[in-house]
């Protein structure tokens, strides 16, 4: 929820230092606190995707409904969904050819009773076409019963004998301990970097009528043996993407997209996506993809066991750990049909509230696969922009489109030479950092032509660099346009970074800016701060605000740099890390917030 409203004195209408500002509807959080746990946020996982609820409120503030909400960076389309939810139309433009399919059909509302009804008729005829894959013997009650996951593990070599060694047995002899795995045969230390040789099913967690929950049993062979049926895709993951060298696709012999999935749940997807596409209804059946292409992670090699809890899939690479899962396919993909409907219901129930009609088959929101350097739309045609641009090399989206993309009609992919990103080694077609801010800069200047006048720009952005946010700065100011200083908010959406869990500080800044910005000129010159001012600026922010993490409190010093036109290239979050320590600041790990470190 927002932590307080924003001061505003050039935002009602009057002139402001750049122009006359529009006015805006309704006061705008400073800070915006969001979970991630909505059913819109549920329905379908993407690379980085903003809740809808921290960006319907910058919508309905900055628009009166009808208006035309523009994002030329729509990723998972929840610009989208905030405007249709709120009463608006958008146009949405995207490279992502994963990012189109799953934005339109976030759109795309159908009733739950025909969506229940055809995905259960899907899994019938894939269930028919593949056989009892998942059927098993209960070792309790020695009737039927039914795989919900199977627990997955690594044979690896060991380093002093080179015996083959189970993975999770070893770790279960070690009584769940990583640090005392040992070879069983010679003693020596086996971890998660010993050679991979293979992996082998060690456990299933059945459902059976004998028990009233999920039992696990020692894996046994299902009913069925996966057989040839329905051709799977296979694309090739070729070795100079960014994601090849950074997940070691090549040492692991992961280099295409069916490595990464076992042959069991190959077969299961085949049939189930064939029998998706066989829908008669046209809007059904791109539901019913969409609800497909939501359970691929979790179907596949890189949803991590964990002894307590599933630990997810890390969505920004391709690891696969030593123990994984393989659920169920047509179990996943049932329950993936509810969250849709609960999405589509949740979007409803926004539209009543606000009094709203029913959404009709011509809903104004329309995504195409386009550059946001050339946008297809008439001079000053749209009244606001929302956008959350790609954030330098945090993550490279077509590497990682390639997964979901083999799996839809056509097999399209995202072309990796019109993505906003940075590379972080040079692989022969090296995409820089001057590439990256002369997209940037092309896209602002697009967003500028398109603009109503006195029409604002919001754009979320994050990064750990200093050198990236000046990036944004020289583009912004390229583009013809300025960051509005009493409308820049903190967007927290409750993640920290794993990397920073064992130290307590966090190597990578886990909450974004939203600047909002409108054409103009700055008269003020961007000044390079000196290190006293820097260290003065985080002084303040941690002994002024309450329950500061260290991301939050390195966002509060970027934004304070807009504010006096610092060069914020000088503003690493290593450096505001390094300046919270010297000041005696630790990370309380329960709660991930700062606090005085006390002596003695």
């Given amino acids: 929820m927002p932590r307080r409203a924003h001061a505003r004195a050039a935002s009602n209408g009057q002139v402001g230092p ?35 609820t921290a960006v319907i409120p910058f919508i309905e503030a900055m628009t ?34 994963l990012g189109r399919h799953i934005g339109s059909n976030y759109v795309n509302l159908v009733d739950a009773g025909p969506l229940r009804r055809d995905g259960r008729a899907a899994v019938e005829r894939a269930r028919k076409a593949v056989g009892d894959l998942y059927r098993v013997t209960c070792a309790s009650c020695g009737e039927l019963a039914e795989t919900a996951k199977t627990i997955c593990s690594f044979v690896v070599e060991c380093g002093g004998c080179a015996a083959q060694v189970n993975y999770y047995e070893a770790l279960e002899d070690a009584d769940w301990n990583k640090a005392a795995m040992r070879c069983f045969r010679c003693g020596a230390p086996i971890s998660s970097r010993s050679l991979r040789l293979r992996e082998e099913p060690v456990v299933d967690s059945i459902v059976c009528p004998c028990s009233s929950t999920q039992m696990e049993q020692p894996w046994s062979e299902p009913l069925a043996a996966p057989a040839n049926g329905s051709p799977w895709p296979d694309v090739a993951i070729e070795s100079n993407r960014q994601m090849y060298q950074a997940s070691a696709l090549g040492r692991h012999r992961l280099t295409s997209t069916a490595s990464f999935f076992g042959r069991r749940n ?67 993909f049932t329950r993936k049909v509810d969250a849709v409907a609960r999405s589509d219901e949740w979007i409803r129930a926004q539209r009543r509230e606000r009094g709203l009609v029913a959404v009709s088959r011509e809903h104004a929101v329309r995504y195409d696969v386009g550059s946001a350097t050339s946008l297809p739309l008439e001079d000053q045609s749209v009244d606001y922009v929302f956008t959350d641009p790609p954030f330098g090399s945090n993550i490279f989206y077509s590497d990682m489109n390639l997964f979901h993309e083999a799996w839809l009609p056509g097999q399209r992919l995202t072309d990796p030479g019109l993505e906003a990103v940075v590379d972080r080694t040079d692989t022969g077609s090296f995409r820089s950092p001057d590439r990256y801010e002369s997209i940037l800069t092309e896209a602002l200047s697009e967003c500028r032509r398109v603009l109503k006048p006195n029409g604002y720009i919001t754009m979320l952005f994050g990064n750990s660099s200093g050198g990236v946010w000046r990036i944004l700065q020289r583009a912004i100011a390229q583009a013809g346009l300025v960051v509005v200083p009493e409308l820049i908010a903190t967007l927290d959406k409750g993640q920290r970074s794993v990397k920073g869990l064992a130290s307590g500080f966090e190597h990578v800044s886990t909450v974004d800016l939203m600047l909002t910005l409108s054409s103009g000129c700055s008269s003020a010159a961007v000044v390079v701060p000196t290190s006293a001012e820097v260290e003065g600026v985080v002084r303040d922010i941690v002994s002024t605000t309450e329950r500061l993490s260290p991301s939050q409190c390195y966002v509060e010093a970027v934004r304070e740099g807009f504010r006096r036109s610092w060069d914020l290239s000088v503003i690493d979050l290593s450096a505001v890390t390094k300046l919270l320590r010297d000041a005696d600041y630790e990370v309380d790990k329960r709660t991930g917030m700062l606090r005085q470190r006390v002596s003695g």
């Fill in 18 to 52: 750049f122009g006359p500002a529009r006015e805006v509807a309704h006061p705008l959080p400073a800070s915006v606190a969001v979970k991630r746990s909505d059913p819109v946020y549920m329905a379908h996982a993407y690379l980085t995707k903003v809740p809808v």
């Fill in 64 to 97: 009166a409904p009808g208006d035309t909400v523009l994002d030329p960076f729509a990723g998972s389309g929840m610009t989208g969904v905030a405007a249709l939810a709120s009463g608006r139309r958008a146009r949405l433009f995207d490279v992502s050819v």
């Fill in 266 to 332: 190959l077969c299961a997807l085949a049939a189930l996506r064939d029998a998706v596409e066989a829908t008669d209804d046209a809007t059904i059946r791109g539901k019913l993809r969409f609800a497909f292409t939501a359970i691929l992670t979790r179907a596949s090699k890189r949803y991590q066991w964990s002894r307590q809890r599933p630990l997810n899939a890390a969505n920004a690479n391709y690891y696969i750990a030593p123990v994984f899962y393989e659920w169920n396919v047509f179990d996943l």
